[in-house]
């Protein structure tokens, strides 16, 4: 039919005509309440919104010279980012002379993998970057 006798008849039955696909030849047009149409798809948005994960990314940072307790510590925080499942950067800083030696940064976050294997698997091996090296650890899937 014609777009003025579908004007017409949404008028008639104080509704909206809404284009669905106004592409098409010829455009395709429904007879609907629009403000309704409109609230049910915020709330379809909405919802599916709130079903979402947001996966952050955390970052743990240390230095070559780290202490046991201290490592431990970063480890412990590091476990909970991952069981919260969020992604975990480690970062070790080199500074000065530090650099010379990058080989005890890389065994440092080595064991850092080693002590988070159990709850996430290591997405990136680590890589010198600069003055940091940097490794990322992603949670297991829990299923």
């Keep these: 039919m014609s777009a003025q006798e579908a004007l017409d008849i949404a008028e008639e039955k104080n509704l909206d005509l809404v ?13 609907m309440d629009y403000g309704k149409f409109r609230f049910e798809q915020a709330k379809r948005e909405k919802e599916t919104k709130k079903n979402q994960k947001v996966i952050e990314v955390k970052e743990v940072r240390m230095s070559p010279g780290i202490g046991t307790n201290d490592f431990n510590v970063k480890l412990k925080s590091a476990l909970k980012f991952l069981a919260d499942g969020d992604r975990v950067k480690v970062t ?20 850092f993998a080693e002590g988070c294997a159990e709850v996430g698997t290591v997405n990136k091996a680590p890589k010198l970057d600069g003055r940091h090296m940097a490794m990322f650890l992603s949670p297991k899937n829990a299923k």
Excluded: A, Q
């Design 19 to 31: 284009k669905i696909s106004p592409n098409s030849t010829p455009p395709v047009c429904k007879i």
């Design 92 to 111: 070790v800083r080199f500074r000065g002379r530090e650099m010379t030696h990058t080989e005890i940064g890389e065994e440092l976050l080595n064991n």
